[in-house]
């Protein structure tokens, strides 16, 4: 049996560490080996885990974007196994378009893309684009796999 192509956000989190409200991601619009692109409309919840006084601030996207990069690694894993453990190592030539997400109308849509990788660490591209296209947040991020801090996190 393969890895599905759609998921819903019960899915989701039964595939990444995250749970409760902070399973950001609602839907797996599609993924292959290369690419995964998820949608959500928790950036407009007034209990969103991140949102503070000021609302839910755009560098925020980072973390919708990273939620997208652990799905995949959970899509990618081999059948029946554990995906790998891992963290955001860091991210890098974020653009942020606008200042906060909560008041953008309408759904998010989050792509990463990974362009090069191997069992220690992963870098991906990625953007997070309202429902009309636009660019909100783009950048691209390390994430580090098997390491005793991660490990460790997962069980948190």
Do not use: K
């Not at 997400?101 to 990974?114: F, K, N, S, Y």
Request: proline share 4%.
């Amino acid at each position: 049996m393969t890895a599905p192509q759609t998921l819903d956000r019960a899915g989701i989190a039964e595939r990444i560490p995250h749970s409760g409200s902070m399973c950001l991601l609602e839907r797996l619009d599609g993924w292959d080996a290369e690419v995964i692109r998820c949608s959500t409309t928790t950036h407009r919840l007034v209990d969103n885990p991140l949102r503070t006084a000021g609302g839910l601030l755009a560098p925020n996207a980072i973390e919708y974007a990273a939620q997208a990069m652990a799905l995949h690694g959970g899509l990618l894993a081999t059948e029946g196994g554990t995906p790998s453990a891992g963290f955001l190592a860091s991210a890098r030539n974020v653009r942020l378009a606008v200042a906060r997400l909560d008041d953008i109308e309408g759904a998010l849509h989050v792509q990463a893309r990974r362009l090069s990788g191997d069992e220690r660490q992963i870098l991906y591209e990625f953007a997070v684009n309202a429902h009309d296209g636009r660019t909100l947040a783009e950048g691209r991020a390390v994430v580090v796999l098997n390491t005793p801090l991660a490990t460790e996190s997962r069980g948190s």
